[in-house]
């Protein structure tokens, strides 16, 4: 998380009025699409909600597949067998079976990843330390609809390039397909439709978005019922802190300067409720978010109005509180963490431009909780720390190097 310069937050207060703005989507009746937003430049693309059912994660160091619960995607793990199963196993029984949901915290864990036991399992298979390959070691049932269920076997992810299978559950229309990741670039994910099968570019460029109004199913308390939500996700590294309950005309960025966290829906969907009496949604009027953007400036969000699905129009007001210094001053750059995966210890090793005191290092788990914290110093140049872990499981964490005017974050994985 980046720190924030107090006496720049209160020189920009006097600029709010300005520049603030009201800001609305449309989903659309029934909520068809789902909507990507820009902070800075707004409406950044709009996609059919329903029409994929699988997502790859892209990018060398990420192994994540997620399922579209919003078009009624359902998987379920194939028990007692592995992959030289694939043409024997039946679904007797698949009532019983563990049903596998996508993590609405972290794009970093899909429906296929959340039952990782950490590094080096990925759920779905394991990765080879010698060549860095995936290798699928688990087989699958999806259900498509109400009445279609096909077998899938992911067979491997060879750096940036997925390759998975899948069939009816006779064993015909058996399919091998292979996404190659550089036809992706600049994208967090690319999408499959089985139903069509079709490879899918069905997202903006990475840098181009903020925000993803959207439907995504989340596990309700007290006893984790999964359930359809319409709300607002964030892109890979966008922050967020929520301000609630507060008086909307007074309430200060700078008392939330250590809230902000990497959870992907902090923004969430509970910014609204429905009244049962009077069969209308209302929003809370007490409640807003401070979002630093894909670029690190700050906005401030409150939302306005939710109409549901009769319409799938949202609206809120949008107010732009601070710019980022890092264009301008960038201060790191070139970090790494070293060895990785880190047992007890690991180095941090980055180059500074400039010597720095008071740099922050965080570790965030992937529920977006900070996990660790300390201050260092660093000299211009190369430098290396040695740092200590605490007790934490293994799995995979954030690492973010932060100062005042720059950050950077690096994926760190913890293996004991």
Not at 63 to 82: C, E, K, R
Not at 85 to 98: L, P, Y
Not at 105 to 128: C, L, M, Q, R, V
Not at 234 to 263: C, K
Request: charged residues 15%; negative net charge; glycine residues 6%.
């Amino acid at each position: 998380m980046k720190k924030l310069n107090i006496f720049l937050i209160n020189l920009i207060l006097f600029q709010q009025l300005s520049a603030q703005t009201t800001d609305s989507i449309s989903m659309n009746p029934g909520y068809t699409d789902e909507v990507y937003w820009s902070l800075p430049s707004g409406n950044a693309g709009s996609f059919p909600i329903n029409g994929w059912e699988l997502a790859f994660r892209l990018g060398l160091q990420t192994s994540s597949i997620f399922i579209n619960s919003a078009n009624g995607v359902s998987l379920f793990h194939v028990p007692n067998t592995d992959t030289s199963g694939w043409a024997t196993f039946d679904t007797t029984g698949i009532t019983s079976w563990k049903e596998l949901f996508n993590s609405d915290t972290s794009w970093e864990y899909g429906a296929f990843d959340i039952s990782s036991t950490g590094f080096p399992d990925f759920s779905w298979g394991d990765y080879d330390l010698n060549t860095h390959i995936v290798t699928g070691d688990s087989l699958y049932i999806i259900k498509l609809n109400s009445s279609t269920y096909k077998k899938l076997w992911i067979i491997k992810k060879d750096f940036g390039n997925w390759t998975f299978r899948y069939a009816n559950l006779d064993n015909t229309e058996d399919v091998t397909v292979t996404i190659n990741g550089a036809d992706f670039p600049n994208k967090n994910f690319a999408y499959y439709s089985i139903t069509n099968s079709q490879t899918l570019n069905s997202e903006p460029d990475n840098s181009a978005w903020d925000l993803l109004f959207t439907r995504y199913l989340t596990l309700l308390p007290p006893d984790n019922t999964p359930y359809l939500v319409s709300g607002v996700l964030t892109n890979v590294g966008v922050e967020t802190a929520e301000a609630r309950p507060v008086d909307l005309s007074t309430v200060d960025l700078s008392n939330y300067t250590d809230s902000f966290t990497s959870n992907i829906s902090q923004i969430g969907y509970d910014w609204k409720y429905f009244d049962m009496t009077l069969n209308e949604y209302f929003v809370e009027d007490s409640l807003c978010y401070f979002v630093k953007s894909i670029n690190s400036d700050i906005y401030k969000i409150v939302f306005k109005s939710f109409e549901g699905s009769s319409t799938g129009n949202i609206s809120w007001e949008q107010t732009f509180l601070l710019t980022s210094l890092s264009p301008i001053q960038k201060q790191l750059e070139s970090a790494s963490v070293f060895p990785n995966p880190v047992t007890n210890y690991f180095d941090l090793i980055f180059y500074a431009r400039e010597s720095l005191s008071n740099v922050d290092i965080e570790v965030y788990n992937v529920d977006g909780r900070r996990v660790m914290h300390t201050l260092i110093d660093a000299n211009q140049g190369l430098n290396q720390k040695k740092l200590t872990l605490p007790e934490l499981a293994s799995g995979v964490y954030l690492v973010n190097i932060s100062t005042l005017n720059d950050g950077i974050n690096l994926k760190m994985v913890v293996a004991r």
